[in-house]
């Protein structure tokens, strides 16, 4: 009796050392073993019966352990140990997080309902006619997809060929906050989590279709937005380097960016295809357009805020110039030699995408060859697409994704419980100790080629009890360490962007933007499911609203005071001044036909519009700014969240 209370006492402590999501496996696995030990025990006493049912309800669910509590009056002991198992554990496993594509979907049938039933009533008491009833029920969804092809044959007519900004292209931003400015209304910058972070450049990638590269905008031959990141983060960073490579196409799916990023691991380079070289066009995609090596001079562009003067920050760098000349040669590496074991590696990653699929989604019949090169057919399964991207840009980045590492971990969790069942069916079921001992060691029987245990019953117990002595405390070493970590480490961060397809000119009519609009935030919702499942390490981001770029547009807001309180020490980019004024020729060019915002002077209800291109889809110039800002901001208010920090915005 004393022997076999001790192995009951060997498993509780086993069960309780494990963590919440293996309880359920090794309850299945010791049931019948637990109900004959049960059996052989019902006529001890009334302490050791007690005894058993707290054990017992330890490894029940939470339905029937609800239950036990109601017809047991007896409370259960909780111990520190299991105080601070218990919040890691709900920390770490979230509830399910909600379907936001589920929700938004139905939003849209809601909306197809209340657009289609004050049609279908008037037609069917004025006609009385099922053919008519048909046609009205199928006219407000047929008139919003008609609206839609115009939209796309119109940007394709007039639109197709506007000057795409360089890409890939790279670029190294140093910026820090104006010292006239007042405490209150800015913040400490963030400190970092290591001092020897501020010496290493904190690297930002920007990825994704024509909203990434930069079309739309008139004036600047490299993308805005990822310039315009920098800033924000270096500022925050108390005035870290900041190096970034953009890189993109217009018409670029989900499928297209994963393909890309595997061709620039097996390359060491991003690329484009062949094709592209093949172009005619007079403002063709400027990435084809390479400088020769003995030509490149990495143009250092001072540039300040209004209320800044040039003189001081160009006087700052005409003392830099040793420093100037070492990150010219690392820009120049950085875009020649894209070796992923030197400076290839990330600690942001922002990911504009889902625009292009939900195009080749409703109008596949217009999809081009190029958009996704081949490789996304249909967008009906986009959330798998974003879990393929993750999984491929964890390997670009410079610390790995620690959700995806916990995950692989519960599969081999998973494969370890399977190898656990085949040793009880091997072994027998009399042989419980021998089974916890190979779930626990399997690491040291693979590296032993599969040895035999041919050990005695009192050493397989001593053993077992040592492996869940050390099990033990690993877990409390790694839940002890795992909040500090969290709290002080910013990297890696994927970012995910909303549309703002609720802004775009393109989406006002009616009924196009009572379908456009949910059918958007359907691909949204799949990207905040994603952030939701890597909590602390991918970001979505919301859509800006119309009344915060308009207030922009207006040169008001929060967002244009960090536009006026940027003062930068070192912008360059990996251009050389010949092709620069070439290609911003061409820009001025073609924006003297067509005009550079949607709308001159739009009414005071859409003043949102003049932050957009002729085009009503892309932003311009104040538009790339304005949402570059608005990412920048929301990565600094996450590493906030992380430190513990509340924001607190001045209005």
């Given at each position: 009796?004393?022997?076999?209370?001790?192995?009951?006492?060997?498993?509780?402590?086993?069960?309780?050392?494990?963590?919440?999501?293996?309880?359920?496996?090794?309850?299945?696995?010791?049931?019948?073993l637990?109900?004959?030990?049960?059996?052989?025990?019902?006529?001890?006493?009334?302490?050791?019966?007690?005894?058993?049912?707290?054990?017992?309800?330890?490894?029940l669910?939470?339905?029937?352990?609800r239950?036990?509590?109601?017809?047991?009056?007896?409370?259960?002991?909780?111990?520190?140990?299991?105080?601070?198992?218990?919040?890691?554990?709900?920390?770490?496993?979230?509830?399910?997080p909600?379907?936001?594509a589920?929700?938004?979907?139905r939003?849209?049938?809601?909306?197809?309902?209340?657009?289609?039933?004050?049609?279908?009533?008037?037609?069917?008491?004025?006609?009385?006619?099922?053919?008519?009833?048909?046609?009205?029920?199928?006219?407000?969804?047929?008139?919003?997809?008609?609206?839609?092809?115009?939209?796309?044959?119109?940007y394709?007519?007039f639109?197709?060929?506007?000057?795409?900004?360089?890409?890939?292209?790279?670029?190294?931003?140093?910026?820090?906050?104006?010292?006239?400015?007042?405490?209150?209304?800015?913040?400490?910058?963030?400190?970092?989590?290591?001092?020897?972070?501020?010496e290493?450049?904190?690297?930002?990638?920007?990825?994704?279709?024509?909203?990434a590269?930069?079309?739309?905008?008139?004036?600047?031959?490299?993308?805005?937005?990822?310039?315009?990141?920098?800033?924000?983060?270096?500022?925050?960073?108390?005035?870290?380097?900041?190096?970034?490579?953009?890189?993109?196409t217009?018409?670029a799916?989900?499928?297209?960016?994963?393909?890309?990023?595997?061709?620039?691991?097996?390359?060491?380079?991003?690329?484009?295809?062949l094709?592209?070289?093949?172009?005619?066009?007079?403002?063709?995609?400027?990435?084809?357009?390479?400088?020769d090596?003995?030509?490149v001079?990495?143009?250092?562009?001072?540039?300040?805020?209004?209320?800044?003067?040039?003189?001081?920050?160009?006087?700052l760098?005409?003392h830099?110039?040793?420093?100037?000349?070492a990150?010219?040669?690392?820009?120049?590496?950085?875009?020649?030699?894209?070796d992923p074991?030197?400076?290839?590696?990330f600690?942001?990653?922002?990911?504009?995408?889902?625009?292009?699929?939900?195009?080749?989604?409703?109008?596949?019949?217009?999809?081009k060859?190029?958009?996704?090169?081949?490789?996304?057919?249909?967008?009906?399964?986009?959330?798998?697409?974003l879990?393929?991207?993750?999984?491929?840009?964890?390997?670009?980045m410079?610390?790995?994704?620690?959700?995806?590492?916990?995950?692989?971990?519960?599969?081999?969790?998973?494969?370890?419980?399977?190898?656990?069942?085949?040793?009880?069916?091997t072994?027998?079921?009399?042989?419980?100790?021998?089974?916890?001992?190979?779930?626990s060691?399997?690491?040291?029987?693979e590296?032993?080629?599969?040895?035999?245990?041919?050990?005695?019953?009192?050493?397989?117990?001593?053993?077992?009890?040592?492996?869940?002595?050390?099990?033990?405390?690993?877990l409390?070493?790694?839940?002890?360490s795992?909040?500090t970590?969290?709290?002080?480490?910013?990297?890696?961060?994927?970012?995910?962007p909303?549309m703002?397809?609720?802004?775009?000119?393109?989406?006002?009519a009616?009924?196009?933007?009572?379908?456009?609009?949910?059918?958007?935030?359907?691909?949204?919702?799949?990207k905040?499911?994603?952030?939701?499942?890597?909590?602390?390490?991918?970001?979505?981001?919301?859509?800006?609203?119309?009344?915060?770029?308009?207030?922009?547009?207006?040169?008001?807001?929060f967002?244009?005071?960090?536009?006026?309180?940027?003062?930068?020490?070192?912008?360059?980019?990996?251009?050389?001044?010949?092709?620069?004024?070439?290609?911003?020729?061409?820009?001025?060019?073609?924006?003297?036909?067509?005009?550079?915002?949607?709308?001159?002077?739009?009414p005071?209800?859409?003043?949102?519009?003049s932050?957009?291109?002729?085009?009503?889809?892309?932003?311009?110039?104040?538009g790339y700014?304005?949402?570059?800002?608005?990412?920048?901001?929301?990565?600094v208010?996450?590493?906030?969240?992380k430190?513990?920090?509340?924001?607190?915005?001045?209005?």
């Open positions: 009796m004393p022997a076999l209370r001790q192995d009951r006492l060997a498993e509780a402590n086993l069960v309780t050392s494990l963590p919440s999501n293996q309880l359920q496996h090794e309850e299945n696995s010791k049931g019948v637990r109900k004959s030990s049960q059996t052989d025990h019902a006529s001890s006493s009334m302490e050791d019966s007690s005894s058993s049912v707290s054990t017992c309800n330890e490894n669910p939470k339905s029937e352990r239950d036990k509590r109601t017809t047991t009056s007896a409370p259960k002991p909780i111990t520190s140990n299991s105080t601070t198992r218990t919040q890691s554990t709900t920390s770490r496993k979230r509830t399910r909600i379907n936001h589920n929700i938004a979907s939003w849209l049938y809601k909306i197809w309902f209340k657009l289609t039933l004050p049609v279908v009533v008037v037609s069917f008491a004025l006609t009385r006619s099922i053919p008519v009833l048909f046609f009205a029920a199928i006219l407000p969804i047929t008139v919003a997809m008609m609206q839609g092809f115009a939209r796309m044959i119109n394709r007519l639109y197709a060929n506007a000057p795409v900004p360089r890409a890939p292209s790279h670029g190294v931003v140093k910026c820090t906050r104006l010292k006239h400015e007042s405490s209150f209304n800015n913040p400490s910058p963030i400190a970092a989590s290591d001092d020897d972070e501020m290493r450049p904190l690297r930002l990638l920007l990825i994704g279709d024509s909203l590269v930069g079309v739309g905008q008139s004036s600047s031959c490299t993308p805005i937005m990822p310039d315009v990141i920098a800033k924000e983060l270096s500022k925050e960073l108390g005035g870290r380097t900041v190096m970034w490579t953009c890189h993109g217009p018409g799916s989900t499928g297209w960016i994963i393909r890309e990023l595997e061709k620039s691991m097996k390359n060491g380079v991003f690329q484009l295809p094709k592209d070289k093949k172009k005619k066009d007079k403002f063709q995609h400027y990435s084809t357009m390479d400088d090596d003995d030509d001079t990495l143009g250092c562009c001072p540039t300040a805020s209004d209320d800044s003067s040039c003189d001081s920050t160009g006087s760098l005409y830099l110039d040793e420093d100037l000349q990150w010219q040669r690392r820009l120049k590496q950085q875009r020649i030699d894209f074991e030197s400076l290839a590696t600690d942001i990653a922002v990911v504009l995408t889902g625009s292009n699929d939900l195009k080749n989604a409703c109008f596949p019949f217009l999809k060859e190029e958009d996704s090169d081949g490789v996304s057919t249909q967008a009906s399964d986009y959330g798998k697409e879990q393929r991207l993750l999984m491929t840009l964890n390997g670009r410079h610390r790995q994704i620690q959700t995806i590492q916990e995950s692989v971990r519960v599969a081999k969790e998973k494969v370890r419980e399977s190898v656990d069942t085949v040793v009880v069916r072994l027998g079921r009399d042989s419980s100790l021998r089974n916890i001992s190979s779930g060691q399997l690491d040291k029987i590296e032993d080629d599969m040895h035999s245990v041919s050990c005695s019953t009192s050493e397989d117990e001593q053993s077992s009890l040592e492996t869940n002595n050390e099990t033990t405390r690993l409390q070493m790694e839940e002890a795992e909040p970590t969290r709290r002080q480490s910013f990297f890696p961060m994927v970012v995910l909303g703002p397809a609720s802004s775009l000119p393109a989406f006002d009616f009924p196009l933007r009572h379908l456009a609009h949910p059918m958007v935030a359907i691909m949204d919702g799949h905040r499911n994603i952030s939701n499942a890597h909590d602390g390490e991918v970001l979505f981001v919301d859509p800006p609203s119309k009344e915060a770029l308009s207030e922009y547009s207006a040169k008001k807001g967002y244009w005071r960090q536009q006026v309180d940027d003062n930068v020490l070192l912008n360059a980019s990996d251009i050389s001044q010949r092709r620069k004024e070439a290609m911003e020729n061409d820009m001025k060019e073609y924006y003297e036909e067509y005009q550079t915002t949607f709308e001159c002077h739009p005071k209800a859409y003043n949102h519009f932050a957009f291109s002729a085009d009503g889809i892309h932003p311009n110039n104040s700014n304005f949402w570059g800002r608005y990412i920048g901001n929301a990565i208010e996450e590493w906030r969240r430190q513990g920090i509340e924001t607190i915005r001045v209005v």
